[in-house]
């Protein structure tokens, strides 16, 4: 069980719409196929925000089978995304997912695990930083415990003003308290998450705000680091 009663999670995905058909045909193959997906509420709350913020460069940390890259790509098309995955059953998919559409041509999907990917994107950067205009928007969605050196290098990679969202940091309600079921399995997990959760808190130049909504999102503003 999760930590929000099905009761309000089914309400509020009620009023859940599909951006298109061939969105929310693609949401029920993930479904069906059991792959791990930005839950609905999730995505009504990226929706606003990617309209009030029109980020132009993307990074996605977890890409699965392409749905929220595919999401993000089609609700802002003068966006080009970037997005990491190392799954060897997933990535077949994805690629098929992104040249089948139109808007793939807008998504460069690098494969390989996130840490090391994430590492040559930087130095890149280093060597030139005309060349790599950094990424306004920021999406992490992949290995729990890792969340803090995603972050790191995700930051980097990002300028001053720009948004790194970060989903799952509620872990079903383990973060929160280990009385919900599963959390004692999870331990390790728990104890980085918080940590990273402790640590962007303690952060005097990032606004933070924790949310509840989905499976709990951190939304983390890069302020301007003389402040
Ligand atoms: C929750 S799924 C991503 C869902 C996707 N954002 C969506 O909404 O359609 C998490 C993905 O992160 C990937 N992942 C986890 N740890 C990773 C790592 N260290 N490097 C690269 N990919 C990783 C997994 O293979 C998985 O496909």
Known sequence: MGFTSDKVTDYISSFYRPLDEDL???REFNEENDVPLILKETESFLSLLLEMTRPKRILEIGTA????ALFFARKLPDAVITTIDRNVHMIPVADSSFEDRPE????????GDAENILEEMVEEMKADPEGHPPYDFVFIDAG????????DMAEQLAGPGSLIVCDNILMHGWTVDRSYEGAKRHRTNVKYMRQFIEYINERKDLTVSLLSSGDGLAVIRLNDRQK
């Open 144 to 151: 729990k415990s890792h969340y803090r050196a995603f972050f």
């Open 104 to 111: 793939g041509s807008r998504i460069d999907f690098r494969t």
């Open 24 to 26: 929310g045909r693609f």
């Open 65 to 68: 089978y392409g749905y929220s």
